[in-house]
């Protein structure tokens, strides 16, 4: 079957830096993207891996570990706007998403 | 790039009626359009996939008499909710991109339709 788990909720402080992790198990894995959506819009692209690593574009990093079933969303230098759900978004064998329940991430000053 | 614009952003209607959205690709041609409905602090719900020019596939518990999908050029699609009721009401986002069913191809969002059904 098809299944992601991330946590539900977390906070952390302005300046600092967080770890959103995602575990996942589909049929014929495609790659897993990760999208931040802010309350009341659409889920905006943030990045996409394939193949095991690290891949970081300015403050966002996102990593995976296939044979783990593993994958991590990493912000440095949290600003308040990125209060934000994080989804962890794989794909099967077919071009379909499969989402995750979103991490709502509240960022404090 | 990658831009897909959705309209209305916010539409109110009455019980009975009909109502359209559009989904259009701004700067890249969408082979795919994906449409989903959200609920409050729930995850997207994939209703169905369309490709230009044929018919969409939806997804299972998906009524397609009730929901309309017409994609009829790579840079629009639409989704009409015949007879709307009250329980129809939800968020309703398009996605699209570029690459064929059966391809992995990133899928951009639109900025998503809140649909309030009275």
């Known amino acids: 079957g098809q299944n992601i788990d991330q946590p539900t909720e977390m906070t952390a402080t302005e300046g600092a830096i967080v770890q959103i992790n995602c575990t996942y198990q589909?049929?014929?894995?495609?790659?897993l993207f990760w999208y931040q959506q802010h309350a009341g819009e659409a889920p905006t692209f943030l990045s996409y891996?394939?193949?095991?690593g690290l891949e970081e574009k300015g403050r966002f990093s996102s990593f995976l570990s296939r044979s783990k079933g593993y994958s991590y969303l990493l912000l440095k230098e949290l600003q308040m706007k990125d209060s934000a759900s994080y989804l962890c978004?794989?794909?099967?064998?077919?071009?379909?998403?499969?989402f995750g329940t979103g991490t709502r991430l509240k960022v404090l000053a | 790039g990658a831009v897909v614009s959705q309209h209305p952003s916010r539409v109110i209607c009455k019980s009975g009626t009909s109502v359209k959205i559009e989904c259009r690709s701004l700067?890249?041609?969408?082979?795919?359009m994906f449409w989903y409905r959200q609920f409050p602090k729930q995850s997207l719900m994939l209703m169905a996939t369309?490709?230009?020019?044929?018919?969409?596939?939806?997804e299972q518990g998906v009524e397609k008499d009730k929901f309309l999908i017409n994609h009829a050029s790579l840079t629009l699609s639409t989704l009409t909710v015949t007879s709307a009721h009250p329980e129809d009401s939800s968020f309703y986002i398009c996605?699209?991109?570029?690459?064929?069913?059966?391809?992995?191809?990133?899928?951009?969002f639109g900025p998503g339709t809140r649909l309030t059904v009275l």
């Open positions: 891996n394939v193949l095991d």
């Open positions: 978004v794989t794909t099967s064998g077919t071009y379909k998403y499969i």
């Open positions: 589909t049929s014929g894995f495609n790659g």
């Open positions: 700067d890249f041609q969408a082979t795919t």
């Open positions: 996605s699209a991109s570029e690459g064929l069913a059966g391809g992995t191809d990133t899928q951009y």
């Open positions: 369309s490709n230009e020019g044929s018919k969409a596939t939806y």
